[in-house]
């Protein structure tokens, strides 16, 4: 059973966070093969980076878009290549986290011990620098069920902690018409084509936030791509309701919000959630 971490790159991804990363697959207790998506050209530091790893490591492969087509292209572009491949595990993971030794086997381990899911994610612990201090974990449900319920309030996978079996995405895609928002749609289109998935009650991934991420967590295009996933989450399941509502006009909101104040009410979110 061959496993893929699929792991998307661009213009503005930092070589000392991609090598990071990268070495962390290399760590794995399992074999993995590694498949770099390059979104569009990339800078001739990562590039220099990316081509040396490649002749080091056997299992690095390299898949390119010559022009950039977005996280939702390029993602659907490594799983292709999986498919075609024959892998029977793929693995999801951002140029600028980090996994733990043991991630993929936690993970593979808990699909074939939990035959009805398709895939799962893990608890997280985010940082903020290299040196991993300010450390925080952050806590996702495990049940299905409760993920299902919990939709409206959050996206129910830490993204780059997902793992999939390879029939996850012989019933669905990434859609590109959800900017940003291409992972949480993902779960609603796996909700509503009837696929299960869970989530380990393990921290297997480090989560690098900076400022970057909360500017890139706001916006009007963000926040109409994220209200719409919402307001279709309620309406797919038939459980419209008033306090729903609000909270998803409340976050739409919020996305609206200056940096400075988006990173207070984020960090208040994350302790509710640890706690």
Sequence with gaps: MKIACIMPIYKNSIDSEFRLAIRSLLRQSLPVDIIVGCDGPISSALSESLNRLKRKNNNIFIVCSNENIGLAGILNLLIDFCVCNSYSYIGRMDADDFSVRHRFEKQRDYLLNNPKLLACGSQIIEFNNFK???????????????????FIYRCPVAHPSAFFHVDFFKKIKYNKNYYLNEDY?????????????????QSLLYFRTNDQLFSRRR?????????????????????????KFVYSIALFVFRLLPVRLVKLIYGWRNFFYKN
């Excluded at 450390?135 to 996702?140: C, F, V």
């Excluded at 749609?185 to 009650?201: P, Q, T, V």
């Excluded at 916006?219 to 306090?243: A, C, V």
């Design 132 to 150: 991993l201090r300010c450390r925080k974990k952050i806590n996702y449900r495990n049940n299905y069920i409760d993920l299902v319920n919990e």
């Design 219 to 243: 916006g009007l295009r963000l926040s109409l791509s994220e209200f719409r996933i919402r307001f279709e989450n309620l309406m797919m399941l038939d459980k419209f309701s008033m306090h």
């Design 185 to 201: 749609k993902l779960w609603l289109d796996a909700i509503e084509a009837g696929i299960e998935f869970g989530n380990i009650n």
